[in-house]
Nanobody, 129 residues
């Protein structure tokens, strides 16, 4: 069984920065790709960023306007989401997701939940004015 463990969420003021982390645990597991999907209050989960395990392919939602950066530390088996200039609309539970293989993963599918086999419990980010 694979579990994804997220951390780094916190209450912050607008303009602050946070770095979220996600690490697979349980059985040995090297995902094909990982992504971050925040769920704002009262809304559906949405895509913000994805990265292949090799780090060769990175995708972002247009909405983040260059404020977020996803990265991978293969030595630590950890994916990060660096979030800068946070805004109140970034308030959400941020979920980490992992795709076990490449079958359903593509540049377009990476922005949907379909290719991801494992999900974390989420970490809360709250941005106040």
């Amino acid at each position: 069984q694979v579990q994804l463990v997220e951390s780094g969420g916190a209450p912050v003021d607008a303009g602050a920065s946070l770095r979220l982390s996600c690490t697979p645990s349980g059985r040995p597991f090297n995902p094909y790709a990982m992504g971050w999907f925040p769920r704002p209050p009262g809304k559906e989960r949405e895509f913000v960023a994805a990265i292949t395990w090799s780090g060769s392919d990175i995708y972002y939602a247009d909405s983040i306007q260059g404020r977020f950066a996803i990265s991978m530390d293969n030595a630590k088996n950890t994916v990060y989401l660096q979030m800068n200039n946070l805004k109140p609309e970034d308030t959400a539970v941020y979920y980490c997701a992992a795709a076990g293989g490449s079958t359903y993963y593509s540049p377009s599918n990476s922005r949907t939940e379909r290719p991801y086999d494992y999900w974390g419990q989420g970490t809360h980010v709250s941005v106040s004015t």
